[in-house]
């Protein structure tokens, strides 16, 4: 009896204590194309496939070749965008519905699709038009969605860090931008409650660093660099706090529950020569660290044991941006060299954990 009892338990212990192992190394990336030197979308599936362990994708565009390369890979999923000028016109729901049935109905269901992010970063163009068509464009698309018996695709919006007002410091005062908080946010989070939708936020401690917290913008320390008065709770890293102080905002209008995506972050391997905190050691270790973080389970602080879809900016270096650092945010090259090293190949896997091969094999 207790024999039987005992080789089902240590099977399931063993599986407990392994599928963690695997699963740390999964992330999402963003597959930007400003570039003109990129492999070809069929390419670069068949890479993201067979060499690494990325299962989420987002495009910032609905690039009918880059959506009909993903079709019938199993296990991974897209995130498509809308372009912000496409933003007024879909918030009237014939055209949500035509842009449905031109852009994405003809690659469905092959091509598997999580998530419509609409728009990118609209609160911060800070056009006064597109924010007000921002919540009815996300309205319409869901209806239109619902009206295809379309299911399995939520409707979201990025936001840069730059919603938060000023003052959002500690993590615990985190608050939206005074005019925006009530009139804008507050339906927009009333909107993902309803409809089970993630906020979408891109929280870049890249851009929030100063000399003397590159190492806590970086995940390099275990120590308590940044204590919260108000909650008696101590920071580690950046990108908690950051995070963290999106929670608090969320929550100050009443939206604690409602899910968060990281839809973007990411660390540049190359700048300009004066830039400090650029540089290939500097962007393997935010990407990394942040990889082994919000695979880990612990979650933030204020939102313990909660984990994040995150998408990584970017999957490759994109020589059509306009800064030297801003080309220079890819993992790979166009070559599909790695630029370095953060845990994110499928030998990877096997080369650090080789105890666990045999449970790896797909
Ligand atoms: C995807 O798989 C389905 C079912 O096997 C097949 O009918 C379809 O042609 C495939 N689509 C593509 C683009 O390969
Ligand atoms: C959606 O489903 C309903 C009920 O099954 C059906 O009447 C309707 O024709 C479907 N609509 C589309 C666009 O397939
Ligand atoms: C926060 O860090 C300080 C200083 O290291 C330590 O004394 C304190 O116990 C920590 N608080 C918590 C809640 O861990
Ligand atoms: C969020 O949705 C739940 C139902 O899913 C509801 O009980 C709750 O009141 C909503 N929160 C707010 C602030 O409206
Ligand atoms: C860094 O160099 C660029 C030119 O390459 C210059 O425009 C910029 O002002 C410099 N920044 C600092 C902080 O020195």
Known sequence: MMRA??????????LTLIVPFSAAYHVGVNYGTVANNLPPPHQVVNFIKTKTNINHVKIFDTNPNILAAFSNITGMSLTVTVPNSDIPSLSKLPKARSWLSDHLLPFLPATSIRYIAVGNEVIATSDKKLIAHLLPAMESLTLALNLANVTGISVSTPHSLGVLSGSSDPP??????????????API??????TKSPFMVNPYPFFGFRPETLNYALFNTNDAVFFDPVTKLNYTNMFDAQLDAVSSAMKRLGYGDVDIVVAETG????????????GLDYAAAYNGNLIKHVNSGKGTPLMP????????FSLFNENLKPSASE???????????????VGIMKTDQVTKHPSLEKWCVQ
Do not use: C
């Open 172 to 185: 615990s005062s985190g608050m939206f931008r005074k005019g925006y908080d009530k009139s804008i946010f």
């Open 267 to 278: 660390w540049p391997s190359a700048g300009e020569p004066n830039q400090t905190g650029v």
């Open 5 to 14: 009892k005992l080789i089902p338990l240590f099977f399931f212990l063993a």
């Open 189 to 194: 989070l009333d909107f993902h409650n309803r």
């Open 305 to 312: 044991n909660r984990v994040f879809e995150t998408y990584i």
């Open 327 to 341: 080309q220079n945010f890819g993992l790979f090259k166009p070559d599909f060299t790695p630029v370095n090293d």
